[in-house]
């Protein structure tokens, strides 16, 4: 009960200090709809592309709101000492972690939804295999903010933090099948893509939107799983080794 009653309120901390501010309410509704708009009137083919470019605009949305907001968060308050004052609480750090990435995670969920409720006026959508598609973007919610979280671990400014994230975001547009099909790419570089864990979340997306996917949903869950499991445990040993000891 102290456990939860701990989570909930650097939780409600978070979404006031943070994600709830005007500027961060309006970027997250802004930056979705201007990648949906972008790739729509970039890809020049018409209504009947949208549900194609849905997956990608999608996992874009998740993954540069969640690794943003993330990198600045925690870097600020590291920088501010704050997060110091939270070490001290009688809470496991892997509690205190689950909850300051809990808010990133809800921020990106919701960020995925914006694509989805445009395209809902543009393309007809009832062949979308939803049991698919909300778990997925809830998979690739926690893989992206715990993907923030390990580069925010890693950095002493936010600046930094920003940096890093572009240095693993950017390449994810091209080598994760985002708009070009992982089987697509040279030989060469595809051993890339599949290191990278959004790959998986977005082959689950292209299957249950398009019907497209290389691997099987229940591959790329288990591999979605073991991915957050090991970014999580990664970040909280970084924790200890950089920020405690």
Same mark, same amino acid.
């Given at each position: 009960?102290?456990?939860?009653?701990?989570?909930?309120?650097?939780?409600?901390?978070?979404?006031?200090?943070?994600?709830?501010?005007?500027?961060?309410?309006?970027?997250?509704?802004?930056?979705?709809?201007?990648?949906?708009?972008?790739?729509?009137?970039?890809?020049?083919?018409?209504?009947?592309?949208?549900?194609?470019?849905?997956?990608?605009?999608?996992?874009?949305?998740?993954?540069?709101?969640?690794?943003?907001?993330?990198?600045?968060?925690?870097?600020?308050?590291?920088?501010?000492?704050?997060?110091?004052?939270?070490?001290?609480?009688?809470?496991?750090?892997?509690?205190?972690? #689950? @909850?300051?990435? *809990? %808010?990133?995670?809800?921020?990106?969920? !919701?960020? &995925?939804? /914006?694509? $989805?409720? =445009?395209?809902?006026? #543009? @393309?007809?959508? *009832? %062949?979308?295999?939803?049991?698919?598609? !909300?778990? &997925?973007? /809830?998979? $690739?919610? =926690?893989?992206?903010?715990?993907?923030?979280?390990?580069?925010?671990?890693?950095?002493?400014? !936010?600046?930094?933090?920003?940096?890093?994230?572009?240095?693993?975001?950017?390449?994810?547009?091209?080598?994760?099948?985002?708009?070009?099909? !992982?089987?697509?790419?040279?030989?060469?570089?595809?051993?890339?893509?599949?290191?990278?864990?959004?790959?998986?979340?977005?082959?689950?997306?292209?299957?249950?939107?398009?019907?497209?996917?290389?691997?099987?949903?229940?591959?790329?869950?288990?591999?979605?799983?073991?991915?957050?499991?090991?970014?999580?445990?990664?970040?909280?040993?970084?924790?200890?080794?950089?920020?405690?000891?």
């Amino acid at each position: 009960m102290k456990r939860w009653i701990a989570f909930s309120n650097i939780f409600a901390k978070d979404m006031r200090a943070y994600y709830l501010k005007p500027p961060n309410v309006s970027w997250g509704i802004i930056f979705p709809l201007a990648w949906t708009g972008m790739f729509f009137i970039r890809s020049g083919m018409g209504i009947e592309s949208v549900l194609e470019l849905l997956p990608g605009v999608v996992t874009i949305s998740i993954l540069f709101g969640t690794t943003s907001l993330l990198s600045v968060t925690l870097t600020f308050e590291r920088r501010n000492r704050s997060f110091e004052r939270l070490l001290l609480a009688p809470i496991s750090l892997e509690t205190l972690m #689950l @909850a300051k990435t *809990s %808010g990133a995670i809800l921020f990106g969920i !919701v960020n &995925a939804f /914006i694509p $989805i409720a =445009i395209a809902a006026f #543009l @393309a007809d959508m *009832s %062949g979308i295999a939803w049991s698919l598609v !909300v778990p &997925a973007i /809830i998979l $690739i919610g =926690i893989v992206s903010t715990f993907l923030g979280l390990f580069i925010s671990v890693s950095a002493s400014e !936010v600046f930094e933090a920003q940096t890093f994230s572009n240095f693993f975001r950017f390449p994810m547009i091209f080598l994760c099948g985002l708009f070009f099909p !992982v089987m697509s790419l040279p030989v060469y570089i595809r051993p890339l893509s599949f290191i990278l864990p959004v790959t998986y979340g977005v082959d689950i997306l292209h299957g249950a939107v398009n019907g497209e996917h290389i691997l099987s949903f229940t591959l790329d869950f288990i591999i979605l799983g073991a991915f957050c499991t090991v970014l999580f445990l990664l970040s909280l040993r970084n924790v200890k080794r950089r920020w405690i000891l």
